[in-house]
Nanobody
Framework: QVQLVESGGGLVQAGGSLRLSCAAA????????MGWFRQAPGKEREFVAA????????YYADSVKGRFTISRGNAKNTVYLQMNSLKPEDTAVYYC???????????????????WGQGTQVTVSS
């Protein structure tokens, strides 16, 4: 079992930055691929970014490419999402997820992930 706890959400003006963190409880964190998803009100959950177990490969949704950066600190059992140049359309609840597959074939599919956090709210004002 892996427990995931997100933090770092909040209210920010358009053009600003936030860094989300996801702390994982579990000794095998370094063997999991990790992902970030988000869900805006009235919309389906969507993929944001993912990173393989080693951190060697990252994946991004087109909507955030060039603005968001996913990284991981295996020594700290934490994965991060640095979000720059935020837009009002980035407003959503952001979820961290863990996959027991070190390199998922479909990193952008939520079905590839086995464990989920409770989410953290990000609100971007115009």
């Amino acid at each position: 079992q892996v427990q995931l706890v997100e933090s770092g959400g909040g209210l920010v003006q358009a053009g600003g930055s936030l860094r989300l963190s996801c702390a994982a409880a579990g000794r095998t964190f370094s063997s999991y691929a990790m992902g970030w998803f988000r869900q805006a009100p009235g919309k389906e959950r969507e993929f944001v970014a993912a990173i393989t177990w080693s951190g060697g490969t990252t994946y991004y949704a087109d909507s955030v490419k060039g603005r968001f950066t996913i990284s991981r600190g295996n020594a700290k059992n934490t994965v991060y999402l640095q979000m720059n140049s935020l837009k009002p359309e980035d407003t959503a609840v952001y979820y961290c997820a863990a996959s027991i597959d070190r390199t998922p074939n479909r990193p952008g599919w939520d079905g590839s992930y086995n464990y989920w956090g409770q989410g953290t709210q990000v609100t971007v004002s115009s």
